[in-house]
């Protein structure tokens, strides 16, 4: 999410463009906080796609066309992820 101002100077926030509406099923969600991503899954599509947290830089990584993928962790803390189930 990001933030403008209004004509009284007040913080608004707007929203981040994202490629969830083009998601049929979004699943699992997982967030990458020290690099700022988001990891999703789509059980319809059967992908794993990736965005920057405020929406932009999105893109499919992988297509399981013999997995419907519902659950993704990540945690780059310990350098793992994203791991899909």
Not at 44 to 55: I, L
Request: net charge neutral.
């Amino acid at each position: 999410m990001t933030m403008s101002k209004d004509s009284n100077e007040q913080p608004v926030p707007q929203q981040a463009p994202t490629k969830w509406s083009a998601s049929r099923t979004p699943m699992g969600l997982a967030v990458d906080w020290i690099h700022n991503t988001l990891y999703w899954t789509d059980v319809s599509y059967h992908t794993v796609s990736v965005s920057r947290v405020d929406g932009s830089w999105s893109l499919t990584l992988i297509t399981l066309h013999n997995m419907q993928p519902s659950f993704i962790a990540v945690h780059p803390g310990k350098g793992y992820g994203p791991v899909i189930a």
